[in-house]
């Protein structure tokens, strides 16, 4: 059986099996953001921690944008990464992807994203998984965003 696609509906509960994820928008205020202006940057904060006792190595962290949304190029820069617990970064059109060791204490990811479109958009929730051990996942909750002018 295959399926493709996307859920319908924004997932309203968290999904922790082994490892639990956040992801906070914040204004320059550091308050959460659910309305925001054309090409105004927003500061995304991630949050990622292993709820067993041992470390999660090869940990694939996928936070998809919202649409109409991208990464702010100076703030995230692909390949090598020079965040502590993050070997690498993979920064797509649609997404910033994460690759590293999730432990007890948390792993604390920020960067920024700016909107090029107005409207009101729906915030994926984020994602983790162990790329070899696939019962290991968190997801978040997603939520809303809306874009004027």
């Given at each position: ?27 320059k205020n ?19 921690r ?15 944008l ?27 059109e649609?997404?910033?992807?994460f ?51």
């Amino acid at each position: 059986m295959v399926e493709a696609g996307f859920d319908r509906h924004v997932p309203t509960q968290p999904v922790t099996a082994g490892l639990e994820v956040h992801r906070e928008l914040l204004d320059k205020n550091d308050q959460p953001v659910t309305r925001t202006k054309l090409g105004e940057p927003i500061h995304v904060r991630l949050q990622a921690r292993s709820v067993g006792d041992d470390s999660v190595t090869n940990v694939a962290i996928i936070d998809l944008l919202p649409g109409g949304f991208e990464v702010v190029g100076t703030s995230l820069q692909p390949g090598v990464s020079t965040i502590s617990g993050v070997d690498y970064v993979d920064v797509r059109e649609d997404r910033a992807v994460f690759y590293g060791t999730v432990s007890g204490s948390v792993l604390e990811i920020n960067y920024q994203i700016k909107s090029s479109n107005r409207g009101a958009f729906t915030v994926p929730p984020i994602f983790a998984e162990s790329m070899y051990e696939r019962a290991i996942k968190g997801c978040g909750v997603g939520g809303k965003i809306t874009v004027a002018e």
